[in-house]
């Protein structure tokens, strides 16, 4: 009785290379070189994520490919700052359920990133005088704080 181990389909190949994709996504975007992620383990089996830097620079790309096709960001733009609207993205994923479970501190933050999304593709004008005006997030704040103060 012979144990042959079966070929992955072509689903499964598909499948482990966006995840090994995604790993590499994630280390990048948090900072990670792109020899940095070549030299990582896969955390699902201790290997090499990918042979050498290429492998890794090329799951980087092929990530890059995928979020042009879901719109997740602008065509056209240099690959640093569509790294950096990549990162705006996780932070803001990262702080939204925080931010709609009424964490103020996490809202302003939400509130940062978009503005600085908005200034780096270009569509935001900072207006001085906007500064100088309590917005709608202080206020709030302001107002439970008071509460808080009032109520014990």
């Known amino acids: 009785m012979s144990t042959r181990s079966r070929k992955p389909t072509k689903e499964q190949l598909q499948a482990e290379s966006e995840r090994k994709q995604d790993i590499a996504w994630r280390l990048h975007t948090a900072g990670a070189s792109v020899q940095e992620i070549a030299a990582s383990k896969d955390p699902t089996t201790g290997d090499s994520l990918f042979k050498d830097a290429r492998g890794a620079a090329q799951a980087l790309a092929a990530v890059r490919r995928r979020h042009q096709s879901d719109d997740e960001e602008p065509a056209g733009l240099p690959e640093q ?28 933050e939400i509130r940062q990133i978009v503005k600085t999304r908005a200034e780096i593709l270009g569509y935001a004008k900072i207006d001085s005088s906007a500064k100088t005006k309590t917005d709608a997030v202080d206020e709030i704040a302001a107002r439970r704080e008071a509460r808080r103060a009032t109520h014990g």
């Open 81 to 108: 700052i569509k790294d950096d609207l990549a990162r705006l993205a996780r932070l803001q994923r990262a702080l939204w359920p925080a931010a709609t479970g009424g964490d103020i501190a996490a809202s302003r």
